[in-house]
């Protein structure tokens, strides 16, 4: 589905919580939202989160919002809430091999259907973050910037991030020349220092660009052998 359901209309001014409302007015009554973090990295795993908060006070999260607009501190503190308050959380990881194995738009669908599946409660509708999720036998709407304008996509956003960060703060013990407690993996001229002065390590993604010229390979072709994806 790419329009709301008939008879469901959301104020420009409803807030963040509006179309939460809007459609449970509606018999809506589990609304996922859903969300990555990692897509455009070029290291570190590909991480999606999923979240159906409850109707009420209940399911507000004090300071919630897009996870891109918060302090790591924040984010720190609206996952505790959101894990805390939420009817079902899910969280799913799509290590880089299969991100190159898959391709990241490939990657990206198939880590949202995943955390959807693995919510314990079973969903009655989906936003998603730009991007439509087909084959989830529910119905949904794809937003643009929807983890700015909807509270479970924002939950979903924070979840996705916090537990990415965690994971590359975790690889730069692993890894400290390149130094992913800072960056986090995506390519930054810090980042690309280090690439070019390292080549790739084993959580690098073979499909970028950046990362295939310091490993000396040719071009990107259509499709990976997996002698190039490091195990």
């Known amino acids: ?13 409803a807030g963040l919580y509006g179309y939460e409302r809007a ?13 990555e973090a990692g897509r455009g990295a070029c290291a570190g795993p590909l991480v999606a989160g999923a979240v159906i908060l409850p109707d009420g006070k209940a399911g507000q999260v004090p300071g919630l919002a897009d996870s891109k607009l918060l302090t790591a501190k924040a984010r720190e503190r609206c996952y505790d809430q959101v894990v805390r308050r939420a009817l079902a959380w899910s969280v ?5 091999a299969e991100c190159d194995r898959l391709g ?17 409660v079973r969903p009655s509708y989906v936003l998603t973050d730009g991007f439509p999720v087909d084959g989830l036998e529910v119905p949904g709407l794809a937003m643009w910037k929807g ?29 400290p020349a390149y130094d992913f407690d800072v960056h986090k993996g995506y390519c930054t001229d810090l980042h690309q220092a280090a690439l070019d002065e390292h080549g790739p390590c084993p959580i690098h993604r073979y499909r970028f660009v950046n990362v295939r010229r310091a490993a000396g390979l040719p071009e990107l072709p259509e499709t990976l052998t997996l002698e190039e994806v490091p195990s």
């Not at 589905?1 to 001014?13: E, H, I, S």
């Not at 990241?104 to 314990?120: D, G, Q, W």
């Open 147 to 175: 983890d700015k304008m909807t509270a479970c996509i924002a939950a979903a956003s924070v979840v996705a991030k916090v537990t990415r960060d965690r994971m590359m703060l975790a690889e730069h013990e692993r890894w």
């Open 1 to 13: 589905m790419t329009t709301l359901p008939k008879g469901v209309t959301v104020r420009r001014d």
């Open 92 to 96: 799913v990881v799509v290590e880089p």
């Open 23 to 35: 459609l449970r007015r509606v018999g809506m009554t589990h609304v996922a939202g859903v969300d």
């Open 104 to 120: 990241m738009h490939v990657a990206n669908i198939e880590a949202l259907r995943r955390a959807l599946a693995r919510l314990a």
